[in-house]
């Protein structure tokens, strides 16, 4: 990779160290570009007009996520984040009393919201897979806790704040003989890890555009497997997603195009389109070298400061790094090294409620790299993690 090329390409990092990438990474200039042309198109000739002239090129968003993640383009449907795209495939299933979810002790706050709400609505069980000593979720506790009953297994692929990436190809494999739905959230993976949904055998799976994709905010697919789309009943119906053929009658989409809305944001469609481009030109194993390396140099430095604990857990680790500093909050500390230009996010007990308490932790200071960050900026955070750590503990 050409480092020094890719930050040029994006005008953000002349202005910051910008380690918020799980956040929402900076965009390179050709995905904000692709967003503003598409807009001014829309001022000077009108929204509809342009969608219509751009149909096309429009459509084309289809069949690049489709080869990012190798799946076909009736498999992929565009939604606004990964949340709504989660939660349109979590009640599309056809839940009944007595089903069991199984999930990960890392599971997402607005997933484990969701099945607290099934929850009240009927009697299911929802049931957490314990962690490996290492802290992944163990595929053989999960083999153990398989039978007939259980209706889903939903597992998060990169957490929110652990640093890990859940084996889901190896958790694919053991649920195969199974007739359970297996949903992965991959919002912090897709533009990170090398995602394949027929190496993970998924039914569904959510993303996002704005974290490891680049892409702009407000963007967002779920994949739906083909084979699967007549088990599942999308919780909203429009006259995109459905059409009303009779007084009495309508008729759903057979693509995974049903789980869509009529009214989108183009624009950010373009932007998304141009970002999964961007990734799939770099490809995305070189991504996933890139990003292992300098999260791997950032976790030693950091761990060799004094009163700094790094919290980052399991046998594989992607580019989010997790630490706290003793005597100082995290808020303080993200205040501090914004005011060096440095970003990062808090993370606190209420994104990751299982896991944090599990591991007796109240926030987390989240610094997660990409591939244009560069070792300087490394050194450079890591002196201001010293210098704040120092002020906090003289
Ligand atoms: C693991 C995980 N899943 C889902 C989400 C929600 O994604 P979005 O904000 O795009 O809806 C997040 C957001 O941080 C996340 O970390």
Partial sequence: MNIDKLRNQTPGTSHVIHFNNAGASLMPSTVSESVISFLKKETL???????NNYRDQIDQVYPVIA???NATPQEIAL?????MAWNMAFWAIDFQPGDRILTSVSEYASNYIAYLKLQKMMDISVEVIPNTDAGMTSVEALSSMLDEKVKLVSITHIPTNSGLVNSVEQIGDIIKPYSCLY??????SVGHYPVDVKKIGCDMLSATGRKYLRGPRGTGFLYVNNEILTQLTPPFLDLHSAEWIKKEEYRVRNDARQFENWETNYAGVMGLKEAVSYATNLGISNIWKRITTLASTLRNTLSQISNVSVHDIGTTQGGIVTFTIDNISAELIQQKLSSNDINVSVSRKSSTRLDMEQRSLDQLIRASVHYYNT???????SDAVRAISTQANP
């Avoid at 939604?79 to 949340?83: D, G, H, K, S």
């Avoid at 070792?375 to 955070?381: A, D, G, L, P, V």
């Fill in 375 to 381: 070792e300087k900026e490394i050194s450079t955070f």
């Fill in 67 to 69: 080869t990012f993640i």
């Fill in 79 to 83: 939604q606004e984040n990964a949340t």
């Fill in 45 to 51: 000739r009108g929204g509809y007009e342009t969608a």
């Fill in 183 to 188: 949903l992965v959230d991959a919002c912090q």
